[in-house]
């Protein structure tokens, strides 16, 4: 079936302490993309990846790291998390980002930071 | 000034009426629009794409694009209790970003 997966769904953690959340799709994909969404200020794009070891800030990057090392996989780091990020999170992929691209978003991570 | 705008509801329409949504956008150079649907908790849903001025329509759904009033809209003929959604506006950027509205919530009663 054609996917994309996070893992974990749900996580609480503590302000400081290193996490990373992961995303891979399996669709062959070129875009890869995460957001977090908020209460009144909807989707959000934090940072995009055009294709292996290409990526680009979006609009909300500050506090977040991402790689992309392997075409499928596209984690979001968070090296030292704070309550301000506590948010829910989404993956997204399409094919190369065209245009006409659709995105397919992952089922979402629910991220609370005490 | 917000990239997308959306009329953010809550829209309450009877089964079986049509169900409008708008929503404008700021950066001319904007290349493509969508419209997903997010159920409660769930991940959003791709409905419609649309590229080009004018109307496309999809089953019960049509896309309407005017790129000289910067205006998308989303009509739902016959609208139906499983349509009861958040309805998130989605523009592609000229470069490669995308931005959301802030949804509309629509409320489909039996």
């Known amino acids: 079936e054609a996917q994309v997966t996070q893992n974990p769904r749900y996580l609480i953690t503590v302000t400081g302490k290193k996490l990373t959340v992961t995303c891979s799709q399996n669709?062959?994909?070129?875009?890869m993309s995460w957001y977090r969404q908020d209460p009144g200020l909807g989707l959000r794009q934090i940072y995009y990846?055009?294709?292996?070891?290409?990526?680009d800030k979006g609009d909300v990057p500050e506090g977040y790291k991402v790689s992309r090392k392997e075409k499928r996989n596209f984690p979001l780091i968070l090296e030292s998390p704070s309550p301000n990020q506590t948010s829910l999170y989404f993956c997204?992929?399409?094919?190369?980002?065209?245009?006409?691209?659709?995105?397919?978003f992952g089922p979402g991570t629910r991220l609370t930071v005490l | 000034q917000k990239e997308v705008e959306q009329n953010s509801g809550p829209l309450s329409v009877p089964e079986g009426a049509i169900a409008s949504l708008n929503c404008t956008y700021s950066?001319?150079?904007?290349?493509?629009f969508f419209w997903y649907r997010q159920y409660s908790g769930k991940s959003p849903e791709l409905i419609m794409s649309i590229y080009s001025n004018g109307d496309k329509e999809d089953g019960r759904f049509t896309a309407q694009l005017n790129k000289a009033s910067q205006y998308v809209s989303l009509l739902i003929r016959d609208s139906q209790p499983s349509d009861s959604a958040t309805y998130l506006c989605?523009?592609?950027?000229?470069?490669?970003?995308?931005?959301f509205g802030t949804g509309t919530s629509l409320t489909v009663i039996p």
């Open positions: 950066d001319r150079g904007s290349q493509s």
């Open positions: 989605a523009v592609k950027g000229p470069g490669n970003q995308f931005y």
């Open positions: 669709m062959n994909h070129e875009y």
């Open positions: 990846s055009m294709n292996v070891e290409v990526t």
């Open positions: 997204a992929s399409s094919l190369s980002g065209g245009a006409i691209d659709e995105q397919f």
